[in-house]
């Protein structure tokens, strides 16, 4: 168990997770500003893109790059200087650290060796997109960036088909259509938007049905940077399904099942397969033995 009070004592080191930005400068807060300004050392996802930031406020803390493929060797050096009594900022490129950025890493580190962790509210792309989308808002999945891979795509959709939750997407315009369709031919037309270019000067909503996108898609250059939301499903179409998950299996391999993956007994396998399919033993037994 963990108990942390953020406040109660300033003099101690604390890691701070700080959002920036997702397009317009003007979304970073007063705290934001203060925070970056007031640490010992930020670490940020590009250094340089950082420092741009920091120019335009005139910021003149030092920075240290914390990156995907630094992030573990350089956590050891943040936290002991947290634990020194300093304060250190963690920001990625944009929006909030750990969502689909670095981040959660260091976060994780630092409640395990029982260090402060503050995070400030701020930009995030996939809250925006929910909330423009018009799309119900009171239950969602944020999943991020679905697997390129086709066949990996289509399976982690077959995941999601029965969750009645919103869905939110991050998606490359490279792979937007693909995952459009990838979308339409796993969840068949729902309701779903697109956000486009959140906060900048060619911010875009497109909301419609999955057949609707796929058009508006083709005819349209993808460019920029996209949250895809999608409706939830029915939960009961997925259940059923779960229910019948032999429905493509023969008795014989209905009944194999359960002899090998859950080392029944014939007799209790057809037993079961019997159960499972509502018809008397018998059959079961007979299909069993004849096919
Ligand atoms: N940490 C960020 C956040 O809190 O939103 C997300 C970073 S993730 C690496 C980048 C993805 O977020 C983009 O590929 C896009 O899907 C989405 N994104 C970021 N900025 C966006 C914007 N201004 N408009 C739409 N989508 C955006």
Redesign the pocket.
């Known amino acids: 168990m963990n108990v942390q009070k953020s406040f109660d004592d300033e003099t101690q080191g604390a890691l701070y997770v700080v959002?920036t930005p997702?397009?317009n400068l003007e979304d970073i807060t007063y705290r934001a500003l203060n925070i970056l300004r007031s640490a010992n050392l930020i670490a940020a996802e590009d250094t340089r893109n950082t420092r741009k930031l920091l120019n335009h406020f005139d910021i003149p803390t030092s920075l240290i790059s914390y990156h995907e493929h630094n992030k573990l060797a350089r956590e050891d050096q943040l936290l002991e200087r947290i634990e020194n009594g300093e304060l250190i900022a963690v920001v990625?490129?944009?929006?909030?650290?750990a969502?689909?950025?670095p981040g959660f890493e260091i976060v994780q580190a630092a409640i395990e060796r029982e260090l402060k962790v503050v995070v400030l509210p701020g930009?995030?792309?996939?809250l925006c997109?929910l909330v423009g989308s018009g799309l119900p808002a009171e239950e969602f999945y944020f999943y991020g960036?679905l697997p390129r891979k086709k066949k990996d795509k289509t399976a982690e959709l077959d995941r999601l088909k029965g969750l009645r939750a919103t869905l939110l997407f991050?998606?490359?315009p490279y792979r937007i259509k693909d995952t459009l369709k990838a979308i339409q031919d796993v969840f068949g037309s729902r309701r779903i938007a697109l956000?486009?270019?959140?906060?900048?000067r060619f911010e875009e909503f497109i909301r419609g049905t999955t057949d609707e996108l796929l058009i508006w898609a083709e005819a349209n250059e993808m460019r920029?940077?996209?949250?895809i939301i999608v409706e939830g499903g029915d939960e009961s179409e997925q259940s059923a399904e779960d229910a019948e998950w032999w429905r493509e299996m023969t008795i014989m391999e209905h009944v194999d099942y359960y002899i090998e993956l859950d080392k029944l007994s014939s007799k209790d396998a057809i037993k079961q397969v019997a159960v499972d399919r509502n018809v008397p033993k018998r059959d079961v037994y007979q299909a069993y033995h004849i096919e």
Do not use: C, H, Q, W
Request: no cysteine.
């Open positions: 959002p997702i397009g990625s490129d944009a929006g909030m650290p969502i689909s950025d930009a995030n792309a996939a997109g960036f991050y998606e490359s956000a486009r270019e959140l906060t900048k920029g940077e996209f949250v």
